[in-house]
């Protein structure tokens, strides 16, 4: 089956810009999670929905960042007035329950260049 | 808070040789644990997780990890490492925090095999 898919795969912006990184989790799962993967670095936590309402959203680095799931299946991801250090690859996963070992499965990513 | 430490940003191993990449954690409860393997320009793909079952655990492409809690580490291993096996490495620690269960990442481990 699809597994989940990011678009676009790459985005190169101006500082100053707004932009939208879009999410296609897999079909049913309900818990979507954002991560960003800075250079050199593993991935951080970013927001987390459980269906449609952010559950947990402490990832978020200030307040230019934005995520919303309105019908509890796609997640869009909105990053206003963007600056260079918001360059980073930002990834999507999905998983099927909540708990501490169920498997979140990821994104290819969305490279963001902000020049 | 839980953390994980990955000793070795980069790695290098002959093509046959014994693959071992390391990862230790912090955590003040028992851990549930991941090893995840990112090639070029694709999404995380889980290799294996601990979830107490067993302290070895056998994952996909021939790697294995070891869960040592008196140590408190989870190293991942391969026998004999394959030109395929070129990638990055993440080892992650499952994170249950009011309500949220989120992974925290190390920094990766890059492998290089060599002909």
């Known amino acids: 089956g699809a597994g989940v898919s990011q678009t676009p795969s790459n985005k190169v912006t101006e500082k100053g810009k707004y932009v939208e990184l879009r999410c296609d989790p897999i079909s049913g799962h309900t818990a979507l999670y954002w991560y960003r993967q800075s250079l050199g670095q593993g991935p951080e936590f970013l927001i987390y929905f459980q269906g449609t309402g952010a559950a947990d959203d402490s990832g978020l680095p200030n307040d230019r960042f934005f995520a919303v799931r309105p019908e509890g299946s796609v997640s869009t991801l909105k990053i206003q007035r963007t600056e260079r250090g918001d360059s980073a690859v930002y990834l999507c996963?999905?998983?099927?329950?909540?708990?501490?070992?169920?498997?979140?499965?990821f994104g290819p990513g969305t490279r963001l260049t902000v020049l | 808070a839980q953390s994980v430490t990955q000793l070795g940003s980069h790695v290098s191993v002959s093509e046959g040789a014994l693959v071992l990449l390391r990862c230790n954690y912090s955590?003040?409860?028992?851990?549930?644990l991941f090893w995840y393997v990112q090639y070029p320009n694709q999404g995380l793909q889980l290799l294996l997780k601990?979830?107490?079952?067993?302290?070895l655990v056998k994952g996909i492409n021939g790697f294995e990890a070891e869960f040592k809690k008196s140590e408190t580490s989870f190293h991942l291993t391969k026998p004999s490492a394959h030109m395929s096996d070129a990638a990055e490495y993440f080892c992650a620690v499952s994170e249950r925090t009011s309500g949220t269960y989120k992974y925290i990442f190390g920094t990766g481990t890059r492998l290089k095999v060599l002909a």
């Open positions: 996963a999905s998983s099927s329950q909540r708990g501490l070992n169920n498997e979140q499965f």
């Open positions: 601990y979830t107490s079952a067993a302290t």
């Open positions: 955590s003040s409860v028992p851990p549930y």
